[in-house]
């Protein structure tokens, strides 16, 4: 029986074009000035030496810091500081009402749903924890935080990495055959079906394919929870 329900973000509980045509251009425009006015920052300039460590820059420049942080973007890199200064962004932009937080309404019936049946809810994301909770916490539908138990970024580990999905249900303190993981991503669902969770792949694009690697779905309204 299905204990916790972990589930992806983009592609799954939000459409990927919120995420990439909303929230990153607007960290794309802001970065570079929000770097250069935070860098004295305790928490930026801590992710700023994380970000010289992962690029293997030596001498601390900000403005080649810069460079590097924008060409991360472009290339749509899961950098652990860059999702983290992202996150500090989007905190101002949803708070100064730039966008409210995409969310798929058979997403958000499902989910209080699944909630008021008693099974634990989490998210795991390879945007940052904060932005997690920005993107659920400023939803049309409002504040939709209380529903979850627990969230987790890539400080667990690579999405497409086994050994995370192992780590997560360790955290959960469940056996992983009692998880089910939500996602549009087959590699992410291949390493979490290694792990021995249970899994769901979210096609919303196209008509699932009841010969695919993982139970395909359009919605989370055809989500049935394996005992």
């Not at 204990?3 to 990927?16: F, P, Q, R, Y």
Request: aromatic share 8%; net charge negative; charged share 25%.
């Amino acid at each position: 029986m299905i204990k916790a329900i972990v589930t992806d973000i983009e592609g799954t509980t939000s459409s990927l074009s919120f995420v990439k045509d909303v929230l990153f251009p607007y960290a794309r425009a802001k970065l570079p000035d929000y770097v250069r006015q935070h860098q004295n920052d305790a928490q930026v300039s801590q992710l700023i030496a994380d970000t010289c460590r992962e690029a293997g820059i030596n001498d601390i420049n900000i403005e080649t810091v810069i460079a590097q942080l924008i060409n991360w973007i472009d290339e749509d890199k899961k950098i652990t500081p860059l999702k983290a200064l992202q996150g500090l962004m989007w905190t101002e932009g949803y708070h100064q009402g730039a966008f409210k937080g995409h969310l798929y309404t058979d997403a958000i019936n499902n989910l209080q749903a699944w909630h008021k049946r008693g099974i634990a809810l989490y998210v795991y994301s390879s945007g940052s924890v904060l932005a997690q909770k920005l993107l659920f916490a400023h939803t049309e539908a409002g504040d939709l935080t209380p529903l979850f138990s627990g969230f987790f970024d890539t400080n667990i580990g690579g999405k497409k990495e086994t050994e995370s999905y192992r780590k997560i249900a360790e955290k959960i303190a469940l056996s992983p055959d009692r998880i089910l993981f939500l996602s549009d991503i087959k590699e992410e669902l291949d390493a979490a079906q290694a792990a021995g969770l249970q899994t769901c792949w979210l096609v919303r694009d196209r008509q699932p394919d009841a010969q695919a690697e993982h139970k395909q779905v359009s919605s989370f309204d055809e989500i049935t929870l394996p005992d």
